[in-house]
């Protein structure tokens, strides 16, 4: 049973520029969330994505936007980069139906690095 | 700002029981208690979660008294591997986001 998967494990972009990041959520899940990890701090909640909309969103800019496809992945993308967007991107995948709290399960990251 | 409030940092010996007491003194009706465990550079990895009284897996026990208001993780026979961070935190199901606070980083010495 494969895991939550993100593509690419690491990637450098300057200033300016555009990112994609990209998620598969675990076999079952149905529910993606994308959190930002800067060095030394806890994750920060971005943004939700469930019936391929956004359910719920963070304080972060609009330059953080994303997408959810029909087979549950979803996509990541940050415009117009600054240097303070260089941190581990996390994705988070849970199955929304169950009556319990969502458990979600992170992936390994994409560590982005700002030049 | 994080629901949960957790010790910085703790230290330990191999062999022995660490438990992490976190605090969430306004937990909803619907929150259930979660942790997690972080290496450097890797995703936060689920430990476990309970509602209350105690749960216990493979790795951990959690316990939370009838009140709710705060919860201990209980890591039998550390070993050197369970150097990380580790973080509580309290969701609803129909709270979905997690809201992380900067998590204990316990510290195990041979």
């Known amino acids: 049973d494969a895991g939550v998967t993100q593509s690419p494990t690491h990637l450098i972009k300057t200033r300016g520029q555009q990112v994609t990041l990209r998620c598969s959520p675990k076999?079952?899940?149905?529910?993606v969330s994308w959190y930002q990890q800067a060095l030394g701090q806890g994750p920060q909640f971005i943004f939700q994505y469930y019936e391929e909309e956004e359910r719920q969103r963070g304080n972060f800019p609009d330059r953080f936007s994303g997408h959810q496809f029909p087979n549950y992945s979803s996509e990541l993308n940050v415009n117009a980069l600054l240097l303070g967007d260089s941190a581990l991107y996390l994705c988070?995948?849970?199955?929304?139906?169950?009556?319990?709290?969502?458990?979600?399960?992170f992936g390994p990251g994409t560590r982005l690095t700002v030049l | 700002l994080a629901k949960t409030t957790q010790p910085i940092s703790m230290d330990s010996y191999e062999g022995q029981e660490v438990n992490i007491t976190c605090s969430h003194n306004?937990?909803?009706?619907?929150?259930?208690i979660t942790w997690y465990q972080q290496f450097p550079s890797q995703g936060p990895r689920f430990i476990i979660q309970?509602?209350?009284t105690k749960v216990t897996n493979e790795v951990a026990s959690l316990f939370i008294p009838a009140d709710r208001k705060s919860s201990t993780l209980s890591l039998p026979r550390v070993s050197l591997s369970d150097t990380a961070v580790y973080y509580c935190l309290v969701a609803g199901g129909d709270t979905d986001k997690l809201i992380f606070g900067t998590g204990t980083r316990l510290q195990v010495f041979p």
């Open positions: 988070a995948s849970s199955h929304r139906v169950t009556k319990e709290a969502d458990t979600q399960y």
């Open positions: 306004n937990i909803a009706t619907n929150d259930y």
């Open positions: 309970g509602y209350k």
């Open positions: 076999s079952g899940h149905d529910t």
